[in-house]
């Protein structure tokens, strides 16, 4: 099972930006479909994006961040990303990067996922 490790969070404004990472260890992340996952006070688990391991497919599913947020994947750093643009309060929640071998296990959450600890984001108004 592939360990891992997001870093990134914080505090920032909201309209402003953050970058969260996602690292991997004990495996190589080339051959999973990734996914970021968010979870606000109070609510469930929100699937945000994933992306497939070869890029031939890349979602977005949460309209509320359509044209702000963007995954990408560096396979040679073993790392994936997501870039959080004009950021708002109700972003305000715990980021949990995913790993498991399909995109459709990731949306569904049926199956094998691996699962990060988590990195805070909070965005002020």
């Known amino acids: 099972q592939v360990e891992l490790v997001e870093s990134g969070g914080g505090l920032v404004q909201a309209g402003g930006s953050l970058i969260l990472s996602c690292a991997a260890s004990?495996?190589?992340?080339?051959?999973?479909?990734m996914g970021w996952f968010r979870q606000a006070p109070g609510k469930e688990r929100e699937f945000v994006a994933a992306?497939?391991?070869?890029?031939?497919?890349?979602?977005s599913h949460a309209d509320s961040v359509k044209g702000r947020f963007t995954i990408s994947r560096d396979n040679a750093k073993n790392t994936v990303y997501l870039q959080m643009d004009s950021l708002k309060s109700e972003d305000t929640a715990v980021y949990y990067c995913?790993?498991?071998?399909?995109?459709?296990?990731?949306?569904?959450?049926?199956?094998?996922?691996?699962w990060g600890q988590g990195t805070q984001v909070t965005v002020s108004s």
């Open positions: 995913a790993a498991a071998s399909t995109v459709a296990i990731l949306r569904s959450r049926r199956g094998s996922i691996s």
């Open positions: 004990g495996r190589t992340l080339g051959t999973y479909a």
């Open positions: 992306i497939s391991a070869t890029w031939s497919e890349r979602l």
